[in-house]
């Protein structure tokens, strides 16, 4: 099973990627998209030639060629042609982060296949350019026998990277890897599970998570905004490039318009209910690393007990972090046992043995998650508490806890979407339940420290508080304003920076979510060989 048949065309820019970085031509193959400074440079800066305006003779602009021996596709931003009929070859290249107009050997590689599909095309092409938008200077690139044999070879290179079934391995301590628009997907340093000693610092995702949350209200995409209106009051209205994914909570609608918009541009949408349950999702059929996702079923159905031993390890260890940390009581006996149920899970022989170390380490843990609210504040809230319950609860308590466990989901939801990875494959919770498996199993690590924190600071300090949920035949739901304020905490929480306990540098939880999505793709598609869950000290 290839990403690329041997007849299939490679594009001239993978080969050029390949010159720079093997990996990057592996994630660009497989669908990883990402934006920076510099692509949007470039982007800019190929706007001129992309629109085919110019038909005169002497200059073509975005001409597409192909090489039908060597299996090429590609685009020309600029082919001049001169009285002799000979032709030159023009790049439009932005090179923000340079000084000097430099050509890279990927740019005289770019050049030399463009001119060779023109030269199989029957023309003669004399030169070849680079010129540089931002310099505003054109510098002629030498492309001769050497260079033309050396690109050969690397479109053999590319096409045995693209027909492969493992990822390459990323680079090590390499000055490029600090430059790279891919670096945040690719995660070279953190292959190694270790802690980073250079420079690479891995960014959140651009945007920011819109919750929709007014029952009645409706969101549609007007001249590139998102509008939220309710009857005729405008609620909200945001530019929709602010945003990085949706999560809609009850009774509200989206314009269609809105949704494809969304899926458009790659942006996930989850609807869960008032209770936080998850629903669904809707998002881009062109998501990256199908054959990962391939091998993922597999994995789920064959059972992979290292991944599930840690995913689960790891939440067991971090409640023993929340109570040391946290409790008003002493709870130093609890905290032994979470230990040890941790290091049992770890070297469970079995999935239920896993199941049996996590039931009671759950039990154990919210026997004591009283101890967690302070009083007097959290009183009302401890007097009601009939330990943990899921579905069907009817204490305040539990009610928030299953709000802020639904945003968790769906923020692990998007995780896992934004990898490439399928939801409902995972390797602790079955498929067979009909719920989001993996986004599941990696929310676990994740829900003493972002989830049950949210909760625990929302009432500790007086943000939620009991006047705002509202009693029914003896069961409690949450008002608007009290739903409204424990988002409002849950996103205080999830977009708060911490120390990565692996990695060593600061990330935001929701980051956190993402890059831990990466290391379980890692494992899947051979890039890595282990996979280790955050364990907060």
């Not at 980051?511 to 290391?519: G, H, S, W």
């Amino acid at each position: 099973m290839t990403i690329l048949s041997e007849s299939d065309p490679i594009p001239i820019s993978a080969v050029a990627h390949t010159v720079f970085c093997p990996r990057r031509t592996w994630l660009e193959a497989v669908g990883e998209k990402v934006d920076s400074e510099a692509m949007a440079a470039g982007f800019i800066a190929h706007g001129g030639v992309d629109r085919r305006v110019d038909d005169r003779m002497k200059a073509r602009r975005s001409v597409e060629v192909v090489s039908h021996r060597l299996g090429l596709i590609g685009k020309c931003d600029v082919v001049q042609a001169g009285l002799d009929g000979r032709l030159e070859v023009v790049e439009f290249k932005a090179s923000p982060l340079r000084r000097k107009a430099v050509v890279t050997e990927a740019q005289t590689v770019q050049l030399a296949l463009q001119g060779h599909c023109l030269e199989e095309a029957g023309y003669i092409v004399s030169g070849y350019a680079v010129y540089f938008t931002n310099h505003h200077a054109s510098v002629s690139v030498l492309v001769d026998s050497a260079v033309r044999m050396r690109a050969t070879e690397l479109v053999a290179q590319t096409r045995r990277i693209v027909s492969s079934e493992t990822a390459p391995p990323p680079l090590v301590g390499d000055l490029r890897c600090g430059r790279c628009s891919h670096a945040g997907v690719c995660l070279p340093e953190e292959r190694a599970e270790a802690p980073i000693r250079g420079q690479i610092r891995v960014s959140d995702p651009l945007g920011e998570t819109l919750h929709l949350t007014v029952p009645g209200s409706r969101a549609s995409l007007s001249h590139g905004r998102i509008e939220v209106v309710r009857s005729d009051e405008t609620l909200a209205s945001l530019p929709i490039e602010r945003v990085n994914s949706v999560v809609v909570q009850g009774n509200v609608d989206l314009s269609s318009g809105l949704l494809r918009d969304l899926m458009w541009r790659g942006i996930p949408t989850v609807w869960t209910t008032y209770r936080g349950s998850v629903v669904g999702a809707a998002l881009s059929a062109r998501t990256p690393n199908g054959q990962a996702r391939v091998r993922q079923h597999v994995a789920s159905a064959d059972g992979n007990l290292e991944l599930a031993r840690e995913l689960v390890a790891a939440k067991i260890a971090n409640q023993a972090t929340q109570l040391r940390r946290g409790a008003r009581d002493d709870v130093s006996d609890v905290v032994v046992q979470l230990r040890r149920l941790a290091r049992d899970c770890s070297a469970a022989g079995s999935v239920p043995e896993i199941f049996g170390s996590e039931g009671l380490a759950a039990s154990l843990y919210f026997s004591r998650f009283p101890s967690l609210l302070a009083v007097p504040r959290g009183g009302p809230f401890m007097n009601t508490w009939p330990g943990r319950q899921g579905r069907g609860a009817d204490d305040p308590l539990n009610v928030a806890l299953n709000l802020a466990y639904g945003l968790l989901l769906a923020d692990s939801v998007r995780a896992v979407h934004a990898c490439g990875l399928d939801p409902h494959a995972g390797f602790v919770h079955s498929s067979s339940r009909n719920k989001p498996a993996l986004a599941l199993d990696l929310m676990e690590q994740f829900r003493p420290p972002v989830a049950d924190s949210a909760v625990l600071n929302a009432i500790n300090n007086g943000e939620l508080r009991p006047s705002m949920f509202a009693t029914a035949l003896g069961g409690w739901r949450l008002r608007d304003v009290g739903r409204k304020a424990l988002v409002t905490a849950y996103e205080r929480r999830v977009t708060q920076q911490f120390r990565h306990p692996i990695f060593g540098y600061q990330v935001t939880w929701r980051r956190a979510i993402e890059v831990q999505a990466r290391m379980v793709l890692g494992v899947l598609d051979g890039t890595q060989p282990i996979y280790k869950g955050i364990r907060i000290r």
